[in-house]
């Protein structure tokens, strides 16, 4: 949590996951397996904390999909199996119709599971790990209620009164959901916004996201961390002046640029690379691409975002060794 | 264009083309249809409305992306514009006027919903005279090795966009080898995590990075 500040430093900084480590190797330790850990807070909170007694993790982060919200927001979310991840089957308002954030919102079920299992893991692990909950942006919840392509398009064709009413008017379940896992035990969340470099302009996030994700940051009380994928080496002064505390990247952003960039102004975690390294490469391999962040001067060590599910605990635990010899 | 000179109808001509392909360059999805209808109308061949309006623009476009001038968004946009405009064009064709390159099988891999870039690479397959048939997402290894059967496709294109499912598309490649399906059918694969190396590596055919490489690689796979 000093991390996260920029506050003192221990000998070594922390290794830590805002997205998944959850893996087929993981999951076979522990006895516990997807759908279940999507669906029941007590698995959820098991394989969560299995990332920090059997790897050695300083987080738990119980959240591996994407879909807690849009399950809650009315999409029917099929949580798929073992080698496959949860997804949206169909999207509610594809007709860009107004959406209304049900009262009930953080009592259905997805939502109650991820509480719950925040809840659990501030009773084992509170003080011991630093507890991470994970929330998704109004942009990402754009694609669950409209389509990814249907909103892009949208933004593509200059729609821009529809990009914008959707987005606000999901901003209240992004809120909720924050103040909720917070509640619950959380230390940190992690604010997911796909608005994912290559995919779009960093003039769009500028027009449509900055003022939301000031606004956000200003609405929820607590520490977050943005998440967005891609490279974004090109709006990363943005991502400070929306006000997060820390941002959690890809290996496509050079640690050392990074760092350079924003640094000073916010706590950065990554960016162990997911399908090169950690998926196909080897334990020296991601040995020393966890050294080379070390050495750029990254806060908070970790893979870049949720890990391919065949993603061998060699590897994992190769971040760990890396970051336990210190800085 | 008969009553007017040559050299006039000419320019009207190329002037009309222009028009089509600066519509697409800009996305006027509402404009396209009316502006094909008007030069086949005119008189212009189907052919070159498709080669010198639309595919030329998605030429420009493509490069656009590529500098990192546009985005996926704008990509979109433009793509589903010629695509608008080559349903009105292509029932005019005549085979032998524009026999297809070849048939492409084209699916994104079990547990993966992502299709922006599979469509958009399908879309501007479409417009280079490929015959493409798409299978969807969250494809099942069952249901590929049937549609490879059954439809005896020249190439086979499959996607992902999420890290988490790049061993299903190494699975799929595996599985369609062992089952003796690939001596008349080459694979192509991209997608976000997608590189040369993991292509490769898994022993794909080729790869393409973005929907441009993707139909010059499909191109060379069919021996052009």
């Known amino acids: 949590m000093s991390a996260l500040y920029k506050g003192m430093k221990g000998d070594r900084p922390p290794v830590g996951n805002p997205t998944s480590i959850a893996c087929h190797d993981l999951m076979d330790l522990c006895g516990i397996s997807f759908p279940e850990a999507h669906l029941n807070a007590t698995a959820m909170a ?3 904390l299995a990332g920090h007694e059997l790897i050695g993790f300083d987080t738990v982060m119980p959240e591996y999909s994407v879909d807690q919200e849009a399950a809650a927001l009315g999409c029917n979310v099929d949580w798929g199996d073992r080698n496959r991840m949860p997804d949206s089957r169909h999207f509610p308002h594809e007709d860009f119709s107004d959406i209304a954030i049900p009262e009930d919102f953080l009592e259905k079920p997805s939502m109650r599971v991820l509480l719950d299992a925040l809840s659990i893991l501030r009773r084992h692990v509170g003080g011991k790990a630093a507890i991470i909950g994970k929330v998704m942006g109004p942009w990402t919840l754009s694609y669950h209620m409209a389509g990814t392509q249907n909103f892009l398009l949208q933004i593509g064709i200059e729609e821009k009164e529809i990009v914008h009413r959707m987005i606000r008017q999901l901003m209240p379940a992004t809120v909720a959901s924050a103040r909720a896992q917070f509640q619950a035990g959380a230390d940190v969340v992690v604010l997911a916004d796909h608005a994912t ?17 000031q606004e956000l940051t200003r609405a929820i009380e607590g520490p977050l961390i943005l998440h967005v994928c891609g490279n974004c080496t090109d709006r990363l002064e943005m991502f400070a002046d929306a006000g997060f505390d820390g941002y959690h990247f890809e290996w496509q952003v050079d640690a050392k640029t990074a760092v350079c960039k924003i640094g ?34 990254v806060d908070i060590i970790g893979p870049e975002c949720a890990i391919p599910l065949s993603t061998p605990i060699e590897n994992l635990k190769a971040i760990v060794s890396a970051v336990h010899e210190g800085y | 264009m008969k009553g007017i000179e040559p050299g006039k109808a000419r320019k009207i001509m190329s002037e009309r083309l222009n028009t089509i392909k600066k519509a697409v360059i800009n996305r006027k999805r509402k404009e396209i249809e009316g502006l094909v209808d008007g030069a ?3 008189g212009i061949e189907p052919g070159r409305i498709i080669n010198e309006g639309l595919i030329a623009a998605m030429d420009v476009v493509g490069a656009q992306f590529a500098a990192n001038d546009i985005f996926v968004p704008e990509m979109l946009a433009s793509a589903l514009t010629m695509k608008l405009g080559l349903a009105k064009v292509k029932p005019l064709l005549k085979s032998e006027d524009q026999p297809s390159r070849g048939t492409v099988l084209m699916g994104t891999v079990r547990g993966d919903m992502h299709d922006i870039g599979k469509n958009i690479v399908n879309m501007m397959l ?16 069952e249901k590929l090795l049937e549609e490879i059967e059954s439809l005896k496709p020249d190439i086979l294109g499959l996607s992902t966009l999420l890290t988490t499912t790049m061993p299903e598309m190494e699975r799929a490649v595996r599985v369609i080898g062992d089952k003796g399906l690939r001596e008349n059918m ?18 794909a055919d080729g790869h393409g990075s973005d929907a441009g490489e993707a139909v010059e690689l499909a191109k060379r796979l069919m021996g052009e």
């Open chain 2, 186 to 203: 080459k694979i192509m694969v991209g997608g976000a995590p997608i590189s040369k190396a993991f292509a490769e590596k898994i022993g």
């Open chain 1, 197 to 213: 470099g290559n995919l779009v302009s960093p003039r769009h996030y500028e027009e449509y996201l900055l003022p939301v994700h």
């Open chain 1, 46 to 48: 098991e394989l969560a």
């Open chain 2, 126 to 141: 479409e417009g280079a005279g490929f015959t493409v048939v798409d299978l969807g997402v969250d494809l099942t290894l």
């Open chain 2, 40 to 42: 086949i109308e005119a």
């Open chain 1, 264 to 297: 000073h102004r916010m706590c950065l975690v990554g960016n162990i690379n997911n399908p090169e390294v950690l998926y196909q490469g080897t334990p020296e391999d991601v040995y020393d691409q966890a050294r080379y962040a070390i050495e750029a001067g």
